[in-house]
């Protein structure tokens, strides 16, 4: 997403929705945080979907869908990267006064 996460609290959960109860799977707290892989999450656990909740202050909230077969990682590319996204990109520093945010 291009987000300055650096300075933001953020973590990976898995629930039945965006906003039911919650299963926490990473997170800053971590000793060793982004260290679980995909294959280490799916398939996940019946009805659940994974999400990514980034800055707990706005609460923005990414739903992360597994989608046909893994590829071989690409030499020369940082991972983890953004695959395919839907809608328009967030700005998360907007221009004061801007409508989109």
């Known amino acids: ?3 300055d ?18 299963t926490w799977l990473i997170d800053e707290y971590d000793d060793t945080p982004w260290e679980r892989t995909l294959e280490e ?3 996940l656990p019946r ?14 909230i990414f739903e992360i869908r597994k989608k046909g077969r893994g590829k071989a ?13 839907t809608g328009p990109q ?4 907007p221009m004061e006064g801007d409508d989109d945010f």
């Open 47 to 60: 009805l659940k979907k994974l999400y990514y909740l980034y800055d707990f202050g706005v609460s923005w």
């Open 5 to 22: 996460g650096d300075d933001h609290l953020s973590g990976f959960y898995l629930a039945n929705a965006w906003d039911s109860r919650k």
């Open 73 to 85: 990682p690409v030499e020369g590319e940082d991972y983890p990267c953004v695959v395919h996204a």
């Open 90 to 93: 967030p700005l998360e520093y």
């Open 1 to 3: 997403m291009d987000f």
């Open 41 to 43: 999450i799916y398939p």
